[in-house]
């Protein structure tokens, strides 16, 4: 693409939610492929981020629409974002919690060591 | 210009991402997050939501990665515990896995028919004429606190919970009390034990029985 096409380009509903679902792979990635508890925890809110993403984009793509539902659809999105948030809030208290209590007990953040629960 | 801005940070918002999940300290890792974090600030500011562009910044920018950079400096994890012992057929399982999953949902966005519907394929269209108050704290804050009031308040609820657990957990374990003496003799007699006296705790709360605990590691947490 050359750079007058990106300048006239706009971008739709399935740029945003492409690039919402791509983060949300790196996450997966990062869960699956990594042994440091700090990074899958990050990885999980890279995860969280993306959803969060794809809704805002959705909410934004009712707004064209005639009438007051799709505003009210907008704002529903938003307020789920909200929520998001805040349990992503709670989850990485927790996790992070958790992972200290771990090192305490294990001495290693590295998740392939902590195996107390497989005995 | 919205495009070029949606494009831009797009752009840069993945490859922090990438450098995320592949930075071995976590340190390098929590920065490009907070680049990441604020990338997509941009992104909700673009896409008509400034109310969650600040909240982004002030929560997960603000209060998460000061979170995670305080565990990272109470675990001070040297160099060599930092090295990871991924095997690569792990590694390229992940990769095939989540690419997997990149396509699929592709696919998915392809076949949708809201995302083939004429008012979502510009998001940067002008709003109708109903829409312009949305995204501000004005709009959330009333949606909030009428129509979404019971899921606010078990919002609150599962944040005192995690605020409880996280002191649960991170607190000391202190040695267990030991039991009254008529609690003993019960526990005794029910067993039928021949010795006087039952076993004594070994494993402290939070360690396994026989590791005997060391003073200079307890000093240190």
């Given at each position: ?24 792979s ?9 042994q ?37 659809a907008a ?19 927790v ?25 | 210009?919205?495009?070029?801005a ?10 922090a ?8 300290n976590?340190v ?24 969650l562009?600040?909240?982004q ?20 994890l040297?160099?060599e ?5 991924v ?27 809201r ?40 919002v609150?609820?599962?944040i ?20 009254s003496?008529?609690?003993r ?13 039952p ?14 605990v ?8």
């Open positions: 693409m050359t750079i007058a096409a990106i300048l006239l380009a706009a971008f739709g509903l399935k740029e945003a939610l492409l690039l919402a679902s791509a983060i949300f790196v996450g997966v990635f990062g869960v699956l492929s990594r440091n508890v700090l990074v899958i925890l990050m990885s999980v809110e890279l995860m969280l981020n993306g959803a969060n993403l794809a809704l805002v984009a959705l909410g934004r793509a009712f707004l064209a629409e005639k009438g007051t539902a799709g505003p009210r704002s529903l999105a938003q307020v789920f974002v909200v929520m998001v948030l805040a349990v992503a809030a709670a989850e990485a208290a996790g992070l919690a958790i992972l200290l209590a771990a090192y305490r007990r294990w001495r290693t953040a590295n998740a392939g060591e902590i195996s107390g629960l497989s005995g | 210009m919205d495009a070029i949606f494009y831009v940070s797009g752009i840069v918002s993945l490859i991402s990438l450098l995320v999940v592949t930075r071995r976590p390098h890792g929590a920065v490009f997050l907070v680049l990441f974090f604020a990338t997509v600030s941009l992104e909700f500011l673009i896409l008509h939501a400034p109310f562009a600040v909240i910044v002030l929560v997960y920018a603000g209060a998460i990665m000061v979170l995670y950079l305080f565990v990272i400096m109470l675990l001070s040297k160099p515990e930092l090295k990871e012992e095997k690569a057929g792990r590694r390229v399982l992940a990769g095939a896995f989540s690419g997997g999953l990149f396509l699929l949902l592709a696919y998915a966005i392809r076949q949708s028919p995302v083939a519907s004429p008012s979502a394929a510009d998001l940067t269209a002008p709003v109708g004429p109903a829409a312009p108050g949305v995204g501000t704290t004005e709009a959330i804050g009333l949606e909030l606190f009428q129509s979404q009031v019971l899921p606010f308040e078990l609150s609820v599962l005192l919970l995690a605020i409880i657990g996280a002191i649960h957990l991170t607190r000391k374990q202190r040695a267990a009390p030991a039991p003496v008529p609690l003799q019960a526990a005794t007699i029910a067993r039928g034990a021949l010795s006087p006296e076993r004594p705790f070994t494993g402290g709360a939070g360690r396994p029985a026989g590791e005997p060391r003073p200079a590691e307890e000093a240190v947490l």
